[in-house]
């Protein structure tokens, strides 16, 4: 596979909280960065942050399927804690989940992971447990952000710039939750690969995705 | 011209061969002119024209050398106010790329000197067939206890080539046994690491506990707690001696407890790799605000 000519510019901002607007954030730190052809990749947890979707665990009431369920995940999963099942459960419903522990059974006795996935819905997997990352939120459980595409829409329409939200991790895994186009995809899986968001407290929620001119003719 | 936009800050101790250095790097999105000056405590590097696109705060470092740095904007440009534990001698480079690096380097050669023939003994507790606390999800103490350990070697290596573990795999050892191999090497600092372990899962925090035994050894556990406190922002649970500890006689020597494996928030931090480097961290600031404090 060829490789983007590309670079990042991370974008410190401050403390993302819930009092904040994720479009207007955008907007506000990207400009005199961002030009025409640039992408602007912001990461997945900050979006759920301002939309209320970072909740404390000691808000969470596990129900006794939650304790129970919560067993299965390897320990270094999303869903490990009973609060965070419990959140699962209320974002799927416990029918998805049940049938995404049965899939989940099946893949193990086939040596194949990530049905329960397939089965109970993508969003779950974007949940992160209490990840110990990110202060002050480094105690919460953070829900994959609510309707993705629209905030992207939204952050195109405000800055002129292709957007992109991610989750990427430190283990080169990208992933591209929604985009305003089928390129920026392409360019922000290969760009965001090294993870220029940080996984600690750099707080570099937005990055700037520079391409040149021959790169974004090939993905187009 | 449109002037250049400061879009980030970050800090990182560069273990050079022989010659570690705190590094102060600052994105920007073209080269700007700037201005440094030395001030008593540090240095202060103006970006001239420049105007900062990422949010101007006091960064928090704590790497042994730097401090904070202040960052503010201001009618001339972008002011970076670095503060420095101790003098150090420094230098700016740039590195060209987008973004464009202006590095600020610092020499690290007085940690050199501090920790220089130092013996220091670590010991993850626990081990083998007794596995200490477990988390209300599945973490074991005695797996844990040894990442500490092995991150806090990782920092201490290119300071001093005498880190001992008092054990290296999963096999149980007493305390006696512990403590005697650091009286064997006359180690100067003895640090065994736990966590706390309770019936009552709402019990969270950093404690650390001293030898009784040896001088001084109060403030030590003092200093730690205060600097793993400002590391990984958790609650203190205070100081109190140790009465195991005194196997070790006059030797200084630490059971650290910077989390409680059984509050099942915190052990859900220990599950992030960033939170072992954070507590090594702030034991080594901890140890060097103690010897610091001997010398001075």
């Known amino acids: 596979m060829m490789c983007m000519p590309c670079y990042t510019i991370p974008i410190r901002t401050h403390v993302i909280t819930e009092q904040d607007n994720i479009i207007e954030l955008a907007k506000c730190y990207t400009e005199g960065v961002v030009e025409p052809g640039d992408i602007i990749a912001i990461a997945e947890s900050v979006v759920a942050i301002t939309q209320k979707r970072a909740i404390l665990p000691e808000e969470v009431q596990p129900g006794l399927l939650a304790r129970f369920l919560c067993r299965f995940p390897g320990k270094h999963g999303s869903l490990a804690t009973p609060p965070a099942m419990e959140l699962a459960l209320r974002e799927a419903g416990t029918i998805r989940i049940l049938l995404g522990c049965v899939a989940a059974a099946m893949g193990r006795l086939i040596g194949k992971r990530g049905f329960f996935y397939l089965v109970a819905g993508r969003e779950l997997a974007f949940i992160d447990d209490i990840a110990g990352t990110m202060w002050p939120y480094e105690r919460h459980i953070i829900l994959g952000p609510h309707k993705p595409g629209k905030i992207v829409a939204a952050i195109k329409e405000a800055t002129g710039a292709d957007v992109v939200i991610a989750d990427v991790n430190d283990i080169k895994c990208v992933d591209i939750l929604a985009a305003t186009s089928p390129a920026s995809v392409k360019i922000a899986k290969e760009a965001l690969v090294d993870n220029p968001f940080g996984n600690d407290d750099q707080q570099t929620p937005i990055v700037v995705i520079k391409v040149k001119k021959e790169a974004q003719d090939r993905a187009a | ?296």
């Open chain 2, 1 to 296: 011209m449109t002037a250049s936009r400061i879009t980030n800050l970050w800090s990182k101790v560069h273990y050079n061969p022989n010659r570690p250095v705190s590094r102060v790097v600052v994105e920007s999105t073209t080269p700007f002119q700037f201005d440094a000056k030395e001030s008593p405590s540090g240095i202060t590097l103006i970006a001239q024209g420049a105007r900062a696109n990422m949010y101007c705060e006091t960064i928090e470092v704590y790497d042994g050398l730097i401090e904070w740095i202040k960052v503010e904007e201001h009618a001339e440009g972008v002011v970076f106010d670095i503060k420095l534990n101790h003098p150090s001698p420094w230098r700016i480079s740039c590195e060209q790329g987008i973004p464009h690096r202006t590095v600020i380097s610092f020499v690290r050669d007085h940690l050199l000197t501090l920790f220089a023939k130092k013996v220091i003994f670590i010991d993850p507790g626990h081990g083998g067939n007794d596995p200490g606390g477990k988390g209300p999800v599945d973490l074991l103490e005695k797996d844990v206890t040894m990442i500490m350990a092995t991150a806090l070697q990782d920092l201490l290596k290119p300071l001093t080539d005498q880190v001992y573990l008092t054990r290296t795999q999963d096999y149980p050892l007493s305390q006696w046994m512990r403590c005697n191999l650091a009286v064997k090497m006359n180690a100067h600092i003895f640090i065994s690491f736990h966590t706390h372990h309770s019936h009552d899962a709402a019990i969270q925090g950093t404690a650390v506990k001293y030898n009784p035994a040896a001088p001084g050894c109060a403030s030590l556990a003092r200093f730690t707690l205060e600097e793993i406190v400002r590391k990984i922002k958790r609650p203190s649970r205070g100081i109190e001696p140790d009465p195991q500890l005194r196997h070790l006689g006059l030797i200084p020597g630490l059971t650290v407890e910077p989390v409680a494996i059984s509050n099942w928030v915190e052990e859900g931090l220990l599950r992030n790799p960033t939170l072992y480097r954070k507590i090594a961290q702030g034991i080594f600031n901890g140890l060097l605000r103690f010897w610091g404090e001997k010398k001075g």
